[in-house]
């Protein structure tokens, strides 16, 4: 069984950084796509940040416009594990964060942004801005 765990996530004072992680188990995810989203309260579930195989030990990553250069995406592949590491923060960060996992191996940029092309979800990990 498929499971996808997150953790990391608290409350932090606008300026201030988290570090989520998400552990993988069930299956090994090192060749394909993994996600993260966030959703906030009255809102639909918004793409984050997703890193993608690119063969060998080279890995891409892709990120909302407007969270680049505040939020970074790594993985391990060897633990199965992939973290996200949001600085600056912000209260409209405020969310809750879900990890997500595609099988789809050749997953292409475009789609990485959709729900859908994600199979395995996280319960997600709450993150609050605020002072």
């Known amino acids: 069984q498929v499971q996808l765990v997150e953790s990391g996530g608290g409350l932090v004072q606008p300026g201030g950084s988290l570090r989520l992680s998400c552990a993988a188990s069930?299956?090994?995810?090192?060749?394909?796509?993994m996600a993260w989203f966030r959703q906030a309260p009255g809102k639909e579930r918004e793409f984050v940040a997703a890193t993608r195989w690119n063969g060998g030990n080279a890995y891409s990553r892709n990120y909302a416009n407007s969270l680049k250069g505040r939020f970074t995406i790594s993985r391990d592949s060897a633990k199965n594990t992939v973290t996200l590491q949001m600085n600056s923060l912000k209260p409209e960060d405020t969310a809750i964060y879900f990890c997500?996992?595609?099988?789809?191996?050749?997953?292409?940029?475009?789609?990485?942004?959709?729900?859908?092309?994600?199979?395995?979800w996280g319960q997600g990990t709450q993150v609050t801005v605020s002072y």
């Open positions: 997500a996992a595609s099988s789809t191996r050749g997953l292409i940029v475009g789609n990485l942004p959709d729900t859908g092309s994600y199979d395995y």
């Open positions: 069930g299956r090994s995810f090192s060749n394909y796509p």
